[in-house]
């Protein structure tokens, strides 16, 4: 088998309909899943996107609310609930999802006061381009390509099976780079460096449906002067049972565990100004703040500005 990018052997172990992660193995996010998300250990995530989605919702006039895998739908759900009585009855709720284990568990908990699409652009024409749009930890899921600094030049990492069936990874000749900043940043040789070039296709594909809106993403990461501080393997990594693995483990159990890596949001601010009028970005503090409980755990977990305070990014945007 000749050698195939990262990002196709990432999109097989996450994507394949028959054998991939997401598609056919996972069935659960949280204590009985391989991995949990903020709004499954507090009620507070689901409180700050409401209040955020009110506002917006109200600003443009809109009735159409759209989440971007939706995992569970415990996060949609407490969404709707929070929003006031008045907007709730008339707000439609839209949810893209691909994965059909998932889509079960949300049918389930959501029942008809949801509708849902295989994609973000099918959900955008359903609602005339007009819907205001939210995701968490959406863009780490998509399938990344990596790149290490070489005394030549940027080079891609590609990956193959030797004849014991075991994956060994080499480096593909100098080629065009895609567009990113974490190129233009001074790295040391040896580092490497992750690009969601597979989620820029997508705002390529989805966004020229959108007409009017706001759009909240979530996800951990940071910015590209700063992404890779003290990271000189770069940021991918494996979920399983909980357990986090690096380094050659995320080859193992291919097709059976979560891969993800960290966002580069000064690369999300670029790919996505074709379409937005204006966008900002916060920590996950500034946008829990008005409503944590101090009280819980979990919730002082999350107010933690060298926890998850600040591992997760918010970007606001608005067209």
Known sequence: MPPITFEQFMDQALYDPAHGYYARKISAVGRHGDFTTAPMLSKAPARAIAAWATKALLGIGCRNLIEIGP???????EVLQNLPWHLRWKTRLHLVETSAPLIARQQKLLGNRATWHRRLQDALNACGGHAVIFSNE????FPVRRFQKTAAGWQELAVHFDPLGRIQESLLPLAPLPASSGFLESHPVG????VHESYH????????????????TIDYGSTAEILYQRRPRGTVRAFLFQQRMENSAIYENSGRQDLTADVNFTDLQNWSKPWVSEQSLMSFQELLKETLDLRYDADQALSDIHGAGSAFIVLDQGR
């Open 138 to 141: 959406l863009v780490d899921a």
């Open 71 to 77: 995992g569970e739908g415990k996060l949609a759900c």
């Open 201 to 216: 296709r997508y705002l390529k594909e989805s966004l020229p449906s959108w007409k009017s809106g706001r759009m909240l």
């Open 191 to 194: 580092q490497w460096i992750e």
